[in-house]
Each structure stands twice: as C-alpha cells, then as structure tokens.
C-alpha cells in the first residue's frame, strides 16, 4: 500500500491511520503508544523497569547482559502472571496501572523476591496512568478515522505477497466504549 510502518502519533495516511495484520498471526495490535502519568517522572524507564523489571530473554546475547525487561500483556479483567492489571477509576477518570503481590504466579517467585527487596510488595508508588481526557485526545487524534486491514501473507523467491481480505474502517473514537472493553476483555 506504500505506508512503511511506523510508530508515530500521528494518522500515517493524512487523516486516515492504518492498521495492518496478518490474518493468521496471534500478535496483538498496537493501538498508540502513550506513556503513563505522572510524565515527569519518567515513570518506564526510572520506576517499572528499575525496580520492577526482570532480565531480558535476549540478555547477554542480542542485549547487554545487564538488560532488563518490563513487557507484558495486562487487562482490567484478570492479574497478569507478574501481579499486575489495569484499574478503571471513573470518579477520579483515570486508567491506573495496579500491582498486587498475592496474585504473582509461583514460577515468579524468584523475581518477587526482588521486588520486594528492592520497593516492597505493595501497590506501585507512584501509581502510573492515563487521564481520561489525554487518552481520549491521543486516540481521537490517531484513531478518528482508521483501516484495520488483514491480510494473508505467501513468500515466493524472498518477495513476500500480500492478499488483503479483511478490512474495517473505524470512525469516531468512543472513550465510554474504550473503557469497557478494557474491563471485560483478557488479550
């Protein structure tokens, strides 16, 4: 379609933005990328990875052998394995990010115990989110008119094709929505 892929906070195509996915991949989707409040904490790289991390996969090989990780995949419905889940707070409206120690898998046990020696087990001080207002203007800007595209993939020769089969445009970013499906969806 001749729009390289790219991660900026922007729509890619005017006032258009463009999702694209294989069809047959169980990888998620982006929809933006905005970093949690209070910003001026720096709170990723100076607070989660820090002293919530744990060695990167990659560490010592692709990565210094001192590289952390701070990845995963949380919902508002379930703890994640690591203890953590998004926490919808409609008085206050914000997103907050909730860590709860009891809800660590055992076969993280090891790293718990890092935790807890480096900031205790209890919830995440300071507590990350998201506004409701600057999430409702970071996706209304980017995701105010979007293609989500599927596409079934075949590689011949070391080109790989394409067959686009699936689209959807989606139109006026509802926040209300947003937050519902935060809450009852596990990804």
Known sequence: ????????PIPNAAEWELKAQRSKTTSLTTLLHMEPSPRALNLVPTTLLLKYGWPHKEAGFKYPANEM???QTISGKDYSDRGFKV???RTNKKILISFNSSKVSSRHSV???EVERKVGLG????????????????????????FYVQADSRKDKGVEYFSYNKILQ???FSIDNFLIALEIIVF
């Open 87 to 89: 926490v919808i707070d």
């Open 123 to 146: 919830e995440l001080n300071p507590q990350p989110y998201w506004g409701f207002d600057d999430l409702f203007h970071n996706a209304g800007t980017k995701l105010i008119n979007c």
């Open 1 to 8: 379609m001749g729009i390289k892929e790219n991660n900026l």
């Open 111 to 113: 790293w718990l115990e």
């Open 69 to 71: 990780s701070f990845r």
């Open 170 to 172: 989606l139109q006026k």
